[in-house]
C-alpha cells in the first residue's frame, strides 16, 4: 500500500458503469434493514461499475484481466479489499449477484504458488498490500462465500498462506522484532515498520485461531500485538501511530491517525475478545481503541458519534488508497459490535449517523449512485472513485449488523478447505523471482513512490494539522 504518497492526491476516476437505475438520491432509514438494503444495492452497482460491465463480462471492463482494477491509479492491493467489501455486501443482503464475479476476481490473482504474490505484481508488493487480499479469503471462508472450485485451494488455505509468508519474514534483526512494511528490500519502505503489516498480521492471527482452533495463529497474533506494543506505534492509550523507521532503531513514531490502523486494530482485538471467550484484557484494549477512534475520527461526538472523517479528506488531499479507509474502520466497528457486543451501544450510533450521511452524498454519475468524499457535507462533492464508493457501500452495510449470523468457524458450520503448510517451506518470498529479474524500470517505479512516502514520513507532523 502507498500511503504516503501525495502525487496521486486528487485523482479521480470516470465512471464506467451503464445507466441503470433512474435519477434519486438515496434516503436512508437505518432503523429499517429494507431501507438500508436498498441503499447498499445501488451503491454496490455504483462500485462494480468501475470494475466491471456488470450487465456482461464479468472481468476487468478495461484490462479484461480479473482480479484488477485499473492502474494507474489503482494498486492491485485495492482489488483485494474491494472484493472483501462485495462478500461483505452479499453477507448483509444476501444478494448473490456479484459472487461469481468476486470468485473469479480473487482466485485469478492468487498466483503460480498460491500465496498471493501473483508474478505481475510480486515485484513491489508489501505485507500490507498481501494481507488485504488475506482478509477477503479469510472473510469468505467465515461468511460461508461459496468456495473454490476443488482444483483451487480453499479460502482458509489462501489465508493461512499468508499467514506463513508472514512468519517467514518475521524481523528480529531490528527493533526486537515485527514485520517491515515491504517485502523487498530494494523499496525504501523496507525500512519503516508499520502498523499495517503488524496489525494486520495480527488481526489474520486472530481469526486463523478463532476459525481453526490452532492456538499458533493466536500465538502469532500475540506476538504482533506484544511487539507494537512494546513499539512507539501504540502507546498504551488507544491511540494507534502509522510505523517508525528501523534506520533510526524504531525509536519514534510516524503519528499520523489513519482510519484503517484504528479499524485493523479494533478488528484484530474484537476477534482476540471472542477467540479467548471474553478476555478482560481484549476488553480493555478494544475499548480503549474505540474510544480513540470516536474522539479521532467522529469529530464533535457527545457519546453518540456523529460522522466519519478521514483528516486527509477537509483538505482533499487523500491518495487513491487513502480514500477507501474509512470502509475498513466501518467493516471492522460492524465486527467489533457482533463479536463483542458490550461495544455495539457505542458503535452503532457512529455507524448510522454516518451511513445516513454517507447516503445522502450518494448522488453523482449518471445513475445517481455514485457516492462524494465528506459525509458531512450531506450532498455528493464530486470526489469520486473506487475507495470513495467502497468507503459508503462499507458504512451502509454495516448498519445490517444486527441481521446476520457471526462468523462461520471450522466447528460451527464453516466448510473451507484448508491447508496448513501452504505458503511455507521459503523466506517468506516467492520462488522463482530473483532480484537480478528485476528491472532499472521496476526500482524506479517503487523508488519514486517510496521516495515520497519517506519524504511524508519524515514530514509526518504536517498531515497531523490537516
Ligand atoms: C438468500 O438467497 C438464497 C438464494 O440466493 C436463498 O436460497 C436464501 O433463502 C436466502 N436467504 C435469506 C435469509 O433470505
Ligand atoms: C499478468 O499480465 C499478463 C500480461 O498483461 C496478463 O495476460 C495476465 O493475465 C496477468 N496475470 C494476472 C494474474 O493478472
Ligand atoms: C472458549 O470456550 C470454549 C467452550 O467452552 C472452549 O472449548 C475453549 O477452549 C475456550 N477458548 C479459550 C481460548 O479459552
Ligand atoms: C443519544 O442517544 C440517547 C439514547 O438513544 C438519546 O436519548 C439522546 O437524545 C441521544 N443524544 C444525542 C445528542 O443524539
Ligand atoms: C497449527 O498451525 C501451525 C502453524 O501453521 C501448524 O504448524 C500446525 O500443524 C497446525 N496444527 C494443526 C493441528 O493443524
Do not use: H
Not at 464479468?58 to 472484493?83: D, K
Not at 498481501?130 to 485451494?153: I, R, T
Not at 458490550?342 to 458503535?347: A, D, E, L, M, V
Request: aromatic share 12%.
Amino acid at each position: 500500500m502507498k500511503s504516503f504518497s501525495p502525487i496521486r492526491a486528487l485523482t479521480t476516476l470516470c465512471v464506467l458503469g451503464r445507466n441503470v437505475l433512474p435519477a434519486q438520491a438515496i434516503d436512508l432509514n437505518p432503523d429499517d434493514p429494507s431501507s438500508i438494503r436498498s441503499a447498499a444495492k445501488s451503491v454496490a452497482e455504483g462500485l462494480v461499475g468501475m470494475y466491471a460491465n456488470i450487465n456482461g463480462d464479468q472481468t476487468n471492463v478495461l484490462s479484461g484481466i480479473p482480479g484488477l482494477l485499473t492502474y494507474p491509479p489503482y494498486y492491485w492491493w485495492e482489488a483485494g479489499a474491494m472484493f472483501g467489501q462485495l462478500i461483505d455486501y452479499w453477507y448483509y443482503t444476501n444478494d448473490s449477484t456479484y459472487n461469481d464475479m468476486v470468485r473469479e476476481g480473487m482466485l485469478f490473482q492468487i498466483g503460480d504458488q498460491m500465496n498471493y504474490m501473483p508474478a505481475n505484481q510480486s515485484k513491489d508488493e508489501g505485507n500490507d498490500d498481501q494481507l488485504f487480499w488475506a482478509f477477503s479469503v479469510m472473510s469468505a471462508a467465515e461468511l460461508g462465500f461459496p468456495n473454490p472450485s476443488s482444483d483451487k485451494p480453499g479460502w482458509l488455505a489462501l489465508a493461512q498462506s499468508v499467514m506463513n509468508q508472514l512468519n517467514d519474514r518475521w524481523d528480529t534483526q531490528t527493533c526486537n522484532g515485527g514485520l517491515r512494511w515491504q517485502i523487498y528490500q530494494y523499496i525504501a519502505g523496507y525500512n519503516y515498520k508499520n502498523t499495517a503489516a503488524n496489525g494486520g498480521m495480527f488481526q489474520l492471527g486472530a481469526r486463523l485461531a478463532k476459525y481453526t482452533g490452532n492456538k499458533t495463529y493466536a500465538d502469532w497474533a500475540e506476538r504482533s500485538f506484544d511487539w507494537l506494543a512494546q513499539s512507539p506505534l501504540l502507546p498504551g492509550d488507544g491511540q494507534v501511530y502509522d510505523g517508525t523507521d528501523v534506520l533510526k532503531q524504531c525509536s519514534s513514531p510516524d503519528r499520523t491517525p489513519w482510519t484503517y490502523n484504528y479499524g485493523i486494530m479494533i478488528g484484530g482485538s474484537a476477534y482476540m475478545y471472542s477467540y479467548t471467550n471474553g478476555s478482560q484484557v481484549w476488553a480493555d484494549r478494544l475499548t480503549k481503541f474505540i474510544a480513540q477512534a470516536q474522539q479521532k475520527f467522529f469529530p464533535q461526538a457527545q457519546g453518540n458519534g456523529t460522522v466519519m472523517v478521514e483528516i486527509c479528506e477537509q483538505s482533499q488531499k487523500c491518495n487513491v488508497d487513502q480514500w477507501s479507509f474509512k470502509a475498513y474502520l466501518s467493516r471492522w466497528l460492524a465486527i467489533s459490535a457482533q463479536l463483542a457486543p458490550f461495544t455495539k451501544p457505542t458503535i452503532m450510533p457512529m455507524l448510522q449517523k454516518s451511513a445516513q450521511a454517507a447516503a445522502l452524498t450518494c448522488t453523482g454519475g449518471d445513475n445517481k449512485n455514485i457516492c462524494g468524499s465528506r459525509w458531512y457535507m450531506d450532498q455528493f462533492d464530486s470526489s469520486q472513485g473506487v475507495g470513495q464508493q467502497m468507503s459508503a457501500l462499507s458504512v451502509i452495510s454495516a448498519n445490517l449488523i444486527s441481521e446476520v449470523k457471526p462468523p462461520y468457524s471450522a466447528d460451527s458450520g464453516g466448510t473451507s478447505q484448508g491447508n496448513p503448510s501452504l505458503g511455507t517451506g521459503g523466506d517468506g518470498k516467492p520462488a522463482g523471482i530473483e532480484f537480478d529479474e528485476v528491472t532499472m524500470a521496476d526500482k524506479a517505479g517503487a523508488g519514486i513512490l517510496t521516495a515520497l512516502a519517506l519524504i511524508a514520513t519524515v514530514g509526518g507532523g504536517l498531515w497531523l494539522s490537516f
